[in-house]
């Protein structure tokens, strides 16, 4: 490869991430919370803005928040502004609390304001599990898993969000769910089948054949389900798949647990 190779491969890398504008939640768990929060300093191209929980900021090294070099919002004026700006939100540490607060529709700091709001202006958002999951093994190792109908709480707390359209993830899939939805990249769109048409007709019924097939396959596609998120995890898959097959709009990421999940089941994706 010659230096303007080189040069034209570290350039396709790097605009993807120029001025990037992402709004970071962070409250005040511990489940994770270096690594998640270390992971995102690793994309130094990336405009973050960020709102702490008091929590958080007595519980979190200072040190890492200085190392993704992001602005601090701290009032409602700036924090309307920036969701309103923000190309994605993201949520790498989510306590019980911040989950249910939200979930019940309380709205008493920055956080659950922000949260609220971003999903009544039907921001996308991604939020990590972990600190508040009663399956994570670090919750378990502490104990924090043992009341079955206070993990259920928690469960429904999440359908709620989700079903406000908040995307979660769990911390083993951060790393990758993140680059991808940075770079924009997906799995490879299949092709569709081309329309073959024989030599005898003419150039009009070639078009009035192409229209009628063209209307055919968009009323096949009208009967399949497809799926409409921008992030496919595994708890999507069973809600899209369809003999055998998931099919996705274009840009969709799949997190590497789904991808997984798909290879193992010898399940085709499907980008429409």
Do not use: W
């Amino acid at each position: 490869m010659n230096m303007e190779e080189i040069i034209k491969s570290i350039v396709r890398q790097i605009l993807p991430l120029i001025n990037k504008k992402i709004l970071i939640f962070i409250s005040g768990g511990k489940v994770n919370a270096e690594s998640l929060i270390s992971t995102l300093s690793d994309f130094e191209l990336i405009d973050y803005n960020i709102v702490m929980s008091e929590a958080a900021a007595s519980v979190i090294d200072k040190r890492l928040i200085e190392k993704l070099k992001g602005r601090i919002i701290d009032s409602q004026d700036k924090l309307n502004e920036t969701i309103r700006s923000s190309e994605f939100i993201l949520i790498p540490i989510l306590t019980r609390n911040t989950l249910s607060k939200v979930a019940l529709g309380i709205e008493d700091n920055l956080i659950t304001i922000g949260i609220a709001r971003a999903i009544m202006l039907s921001k996308e958002i991604i939020a990590v599990r972990d600190s508040y999951d009663s399956q994570n093994s670090i919750n378990i190792s502490e104990g924090f898993s043992s009341n079955l109908a206070y993990n259920s709480m928690l469960s429904n707390h999440e359908k709620i969000l989700d079903s406000f359209g908040v995307k979660f993830i769990d911390s083993s899939e951060f790393r990758e769910t993140i680059q991808d939805k940075f770079y924009k990249s997906s799995l490879q769109p299949f092709d569709k089948k081309k329309v073959d048409i024989p030599e005898r007709y003419t150039e009009s019924n070639k078009k009035e054949n192409i229209a009628r097939q063209n209307k055919l396959i968009e009323n096949k596609k009208e009967e399949r389900i497809i799926f409409n998120s921008s992030i496919l995890t595994v708890k999507d898959i069973n809600h899209t798949l369809e003999d055998g097959v998931i099919r996705l709009n274009k840009g969709t990421i799949i997190t590497p647990l789904a991808k997984d999940y798909i290879y193992n089941n010898n399940l085709r994706v499907e980008f429409c």
